[in-house]
């Protein structure tokens, strides 16, 4: 149990960053039961933890925890989701107009789908990124890679975001010039 001082000093550092925590293990592990209830046992481990947790970015620290708790949980319970680690192969570029982006981001539903369907490491940079607003260096500390695999991994993710949403974009209908 942590002391008055520590608790509030937890409670001023860690609690205002439990909606992105939640938001992490949401969609890393694309189930909000199962994202409850890691959140949970990540909160639990960071109060149990606190006392190693000194001046710095608390929320890279709390999340560093819940992938770490989504990860186990993973492993034990589903890992067949693990098998496919960050492949290396380049996928083909079609550069989008920005009309045809414009209608992708139309459906938010197919773009939900589509980031549940990318294997977790490349969800979990998206999600830090671009929903989170991590920037490379917090993803570096969260993730416990280099900064390096970092960009080339989120570049990767963007990349394969793009494919899922091509795959699930509906048929473009082609009109007559002039109509």
């Given at each position: ?73 993973l492993h034990k319970n ?102």
């Amino acid at each position: 149990m942590l002391e008055a001082q520590e608790r509030e000093r937890f409670e001023q550092n860690i609690l205002p960053h439990l909606d992105a925590a939640f938001n992490l293990a949401r969609w890393l592990l694309r189930d909000r039961r199962d994202a409850e209830d890691v959140a949970q046992e990540s909160m639990l481990r960071a109060y149990r933890f606190f006392g190693t947790f000194r001046a710095g970015d608390a929320r890279a620290w709390l999340l560093q925890i819940v992938r770490n708790c989504c990860y186990d949980w993973l492993h034990k319970n589903r890992p067949a989701e693990l098998q496919d680690e960050l492949q290396e192969e380049s996928l083909p570029s079609n550069a989008l107009s920005p009309e045809d982006l414009a209608r992708l981001n139309q459906d938010r539903d197919r773009l939900t789908e589509a980031l549940e369907s990318l294997p977790p490491h490349f969800r979990e940079f998206l999600v830090l990124r671009e929903l989170e607003g991590c920037s490379y260096k917090e993803i570096a500390a969260i993730t416990s890679r280099p900064m390096g695999s970092v960009m080339s991994g989120l570049a990767r993710a963007r990349e394969q975001l793009r494919e899922a949403l091509l795959r699930r974009a509906p048929a473009r209908r082609e009109f007559p010039r002039g109509v």
